[in-house]
């Protein structure tokens, strides 16, 4: 019986239905082309480098799936991985569910991963598999800081803002993805957390809200979010770093 049988497969569900406002009008983020790829033919390589991930589900948006699919078609992605495409809903939480619930049963442990981190290393996704078959409930990848942190009162846009406390940042981290669940836990957790507004932005934190265990991995600084036009320049330096060392 092979590891994978033992444990269960492991899936990726990447939602890819946000339009990205910060980078500006146009493609939605998740399409925007990143050395002539997009961002999302990129995460979902990086994704499917796992020989432990099976099955990657990309959850588009709710009008885009067929070019969606025929995105992921068009491109070469590693055959011993199958991909799937599901339309989302309006919110970020409402995908990763519809994402959740095209998954085949057999699948026991579950990554949910930003579409806009597209260069995250396969030693990262690893780390994150290899703690949820270890036991832990969710685990997700994260940095120290670098910059110490400030608590403020919020105003207005532009208005100073007083401060209210400065955490101690030996005990912070900037958290990444792909963040990794065992998948009963993640399916209670989108079946019991309400979340306001806009809907959760982080599994992790509402699997934390069911009073289960969330443990950190080392996450890695080529992991970061393509978010604003100065971070495609970085993804782009990185991309060139990457082909030189490689010899292409």
Known sequence: MSEQTRTGRTAV??????????????????????????????????????????????????????????????????????????????????????????????????????????????????????????GAPAVVPALPLADTVKQVQPREKGEPEPVVATPERARLRAVQTPQGFDRDTLVRAHETVVVNGDGATDDAGMVEQLGAPVVVVPGHEEAFKVT??????LAEAVLARRRANDGF
């Open 13 to 134: 569900v990447i939602p890819a239905a946000g339009r990205g406002v910060r980078l500006g009008p146009g493609a939605p983020k998740a399409l925007r082309a990143l050395n002539g790829t997009p961002m999302l033919i990129h995460a979902v390589r990086a994704m499917a480098a796992s020989r432990a991930v099976s099955l990657v589900v990309v959850v588009a948006p709710p009008d885009g799936a067929p070019e969606v699919k025929n995105l992921l078609d068009e491109h070469a992605l590693p055959e011993r991985t199958d991909y799937l495409v599901v339309a989302g809903g309006d919110t970020r939480q409402e995908s990763v569910r519809l994402g959740l619930e095209a998954l085949p049963e057999t699948v026991t442990t579950v990554l949910v991963h930003d579409a806009a981190r597209p260069l995250v290393p396969v030693d990262t996704v690893d780390a994150v598999i290899e703690a949820v078959r270890a």
């Open 228 to 233: 604003r036009p100065l971070d495609l320049v």
